[in-house]
Each structure stands twice: as C-alpha cells, then as structure tokens.
C-alpha cells in the first residue's frame, strides 16, 4: 500500500495542469495579439485615448504658465533656454581659456602665480601709499 501512494504525487499533477493551462493561454493570447484585426481594433482605441491625453496636457500647460506668470516665476521653457544660453556662455569661456593657454605656451610666458586675498590684503597694508610719501 505504501508503494502505491509513492506512485501518486498530487502536487505534480497541479503543476503540471497549471503549466499546460498557462502554456495554451500564452499561444493562443500570441496568436490573438499578432493578428491584423486586432492591431486594427487597438489603433481605433487608442487614437481617441491619445488625442484626448495631448489636449489635456496642452491645457494643463497653458494653465499652468498663466500661475507661474502670476506668482513671478519662471516656466519650464523659460529655465531650459537660460540653461542653453549658459551653456554656450560656459562652453565660449572654456574656448577662450584654451585659446590664451595656447598663446602662453606659444609666447613661453610662465604664468603669473596667483595670491589669496589675505596675501594681497597684507601687502597692502605693509606698502606706503605713494601719494602721501612722495
């Protein structure tokens, strides 16, 4: 008796349907989904979805610039276009600073060393003033 209870696995059996079950759904939702009848039927759904979806965010936009004109602050196309023209302004200093390290190197002019402000400061106050002295 007990060899034949070792022969029965329900939990194989259950798997084993849940996996055919599953198998068939997968071929016959692929063969639904790959037809032309159903792309046909998903386009004619989803272009009225898609048109009411961009004149919705087109209205929240303009309602959403005429707050921020009111409150003074700045709008989403505002911040990107001073953030391109800083950009270019970055990109223009870094051009003109390779371009003076190139005349340094050319000329063979060492470049000058910097002093902090405290060092400045300091030697201001240690140097007479000329219009005074002379």
């Not at 990107?80 to 950009?87: A, D, E, H, P, Q």
């Amino acid at each position: 008796m007990s060899e034949a209870n070792k022969g029965f696995d329900p939990i194989k059996l259950i798997r084993e349907a849940r996996d055919g079950g599953m198998d068939a759904w997968a071929k016959l939702m692929l063969r639904l989904t790959s037809s032309h009848e159903y792309q046909r039927v998903q386009g004619a759904i989803s272009k009225p979805t898609l048109l009411a979806v961009a004149l919705y965010r087109k209205a929240a936009e303009s309602a959403m610039s005429e707050v921020l004109a009111n409150l003074n602050m700045p709008s989403r196309e505002e911040v990107l276009s001073l953030s391109t023209r800083l950009t270019h302004i970055e990109m223009a200093i870094d051009d003109l600073g390779a371009g003076l390290e190139q005349l340094r190197r050319a000329v063979g002019v060492a470049r000058p060393q910097r002093t902090s402000s405290r060092d400045r400061d300091a030697g201001s106050e240690t140097r007479p003033s000329s219009a005074q002295e002379a």
